[in-house]
C-alpha cells in the first residue's frame, strides 16, 4: 500500500473532495470485507460493517493525527464496529475466541517452517505447478477457502498480516491484543494453511 498516496487523499477528503473518498473506497472495500468478513456471520452485515466504517471516517476524519498510518485507523475503527455487529447477530457465541479448541493446537510441526514462517521445505507439487498458471490459481482459490475455514482470531491474524501486509505491531494495535496472543494465532494460523495445502496439493519430500 502507498502510505503517500492515502496522505494526499485525506489532505484532499479534508478539503472536500469527494473524488478523494471515492478513491479510498476504491483502495481498501475489499480488505475490509475481507476483515469484516471473520467478525461477522455473512456477507450482507459484513458490508453493512464495511459502510458504517465509512461513515465513521468521513465523521471522525478531522480527528485523525496520523499517529499510524491510516490503513491501521480505518480497520481499528472496521473492528470495533465489526465487534459489535457481530456480538448482535450472533447472541449465543460467547464473548471471546471463536472456535477456542481448534484455536489451541498447530495442524504441523513447527520444524516444518522456519521462524519467519516459510516453509523450511516446501510441498513438493507446489514448488513444480505454481509456475503453471492455472495450477496456481487453483492454489489461490484453495488458500482462499482454507482461510475462510480458519478460527475467527487466526482468520483475522493471518489475513491482515499476510495478505494485507500489516506489520505485528499493527496488528495488534488494530485488534487490540498482546505481541504473543498476535505471534500465536499467526503461528497456528500459518500451520492450519500449510497442512491445508500439503493434504491438497502434496506433502514435501
Keep these: 500500500m502507498d502510505y503517500g ?9 479534508r478539503a472536500g473532495d ?4 471515492v478513491t479510498l473506497v476504491h483502495l481498501h472495500h475489499d ?5 469484516a468478513s471473520s467478525f461477522v456471520p455473512n456477507g450482507a452485515v459484513a458490508e453493512e460493517v464495511v ?6 471516517v468521513l465523521r471522525g476524519i478531522d480527528g485523525f493525527e496520523g499517529r499510524s498510518s491510516f490503513r491501521t485507523w480505518l480497520f481499528r475503527i472496521l473492528v ?3 465487534r459489535t455487529a457481530g456480538a448482535r447477530e450472533r447472541r449465543t ?3 471471546g475466541d471463536s472456535g477456542a479448541v481448534s484455536d489451541t493446537e498447530a495442524a504441523v510441526a513447527a520444524s516444518r517452517f522456519d521462524s519467519g514462517g516459510s516453509w523450511v521445505s516446501p510441498p513438493e507439487r507446489w514448488i513444480e505447478e505454481v509456475e503453471d498458471r492455472i495450477e ?5 482459490g484453495f488458500l482462499r477457502t482454507a482461510i475462510e475455514d480458519l478460527p475467527d482470531r487466526q482468520r483475522q491474524v493471518v489475513t491482515l498480516r499476510d495478505i ?3 506489520t505485528s505491531e499493527e496488528v495488534c494495535s488494530v485488534l487490540e491484543i498482546s505481541e504473543s496472543n498476535q505471534r500465536v494465532l499467526l503461528h497456528r494460523g500459518r500451520s492450519r494453511l500449510r497442512q491445508a495445502v500439503e493434504t491438497g496439493f502434496g506433502r514435501p519430500s
Design 5 to 13: 498516496t492515502d496522505a494526499r487523499l485525506i489532505t484532499a477528503l
Design 18 to 21: 469527494e473524488r478523494a473518498f
Design 31 to 35: 480488505a475490509m470485507l475481507r476483515l
Design 51 to 56: 459502510q458504517d466504517t465509512w461513515v465513521g
Design 80 to 82: 470495533n464496529r465489526a
Design 93 to 95: 457465541i460467547a464473548v
Design 136 to 140: 496456481a490459481g487453483k492454489l489461490a
Design 164 to 166: 494485507e501486509g500489516l
